[in-house]
């Protein structure tokens, strides 16, 4: 015959051992989430004070050289681009970092041709924003944004869970302090022909939701 009182005393040491688990876990998900963090703050020259904010796409983190304008100047400047980044992401990213870095004096907005047009975009870019969810701008953002509450609660519980193949990358980058360009070229005129003729680029045309995101009434 089993005891009562020794069925008792082992539930209670498995949930204790179950309970001492899950404060771990939770411990080593905050450590590691909060130096991801650390990362791409410190890749996008977010770790300290700003005075000239870049803010765009892929074309930004190519074009500008924010290390060469900033020994130009003699001030910080951040450069806060990501790739496929749309311009209703670049409002909410200009809106987050002047909420955590208000000492800003100005602002660096990378346009071009297909700017005000989301064609040749993904519909998802704003998925590499959760890490910073933390921030009150860009979490309104991402509320508007995320179809699946699930998802949005598994972020905000779970923070290693923010991370995807992208933004962990650059996290490490941030962190060995590897900031330099990946890709360098020149700007080849014949191929671009090619590529226009055989209709291979974003095409040049206004959407009226995205001019609203970037001049609003």
């Not at 990358?169 to 330099?180: E, H, I, P």
């Not at 700007?187 to 609203?212: L, N």
């Amino acid at each position: 015959m089993i005891n009562a009182d020794s069925e008792t005393s082992g539930a209670r040491r498995y949930l204790l051992s179950a309970l001492v688990f899950l404060v771990l876990l939770a411990a080593l998900d905050f450590a590691i989430g909060s130096t991801l963090e650390k990362g791409l703050r410190r890749y996008f020259g977010m770790d300290g004070k700003v005075d000239i904010l870049c803010i765009g796409h892929s074309r930004t983190v190519l074009g500008i050289d924010a290390d060469l304008l900033a020994r130009q100047t003699g001030l910080k400047v951040a450069k806060y681009a990501v790739n496929g980044a749309n311009i209703v992401d670049r409002y909410a990213m200009i809106r987050q970092f002047l909420r955590d870095h208000p000492e800003v004096r100005m602002i660096i907005y990378d346009v071009e041709a297909s700017t005000f047009s989301d064609d040749g975009l993904s519909s998802n870019s704003y998925r590499l924003f959760f890490p910073f969810m933390g921030n009150a701008e860009m979490r309104s953002y991402l509320e508007t944004q995320c179809q699946s509450q699930a998802d949005l609660l598994l972020k905000t519980m779970i923070r290693t869970a923010r991370y995807d193949e992208t933004t962990f990358f650059l996290a490490v980058r941030g962190l060995l302090g590897m900031n330099q360009n990946l890709k360098y070229g020149r700007f080849d005129e014949d191929r671009a022909m090619r590529w226009i003729e055989k209709g291979k680029t974003r095409p040049v045309k206004i959407d009226p939701k995205s001019y609203e995101a970037f001049y609003p009434p």
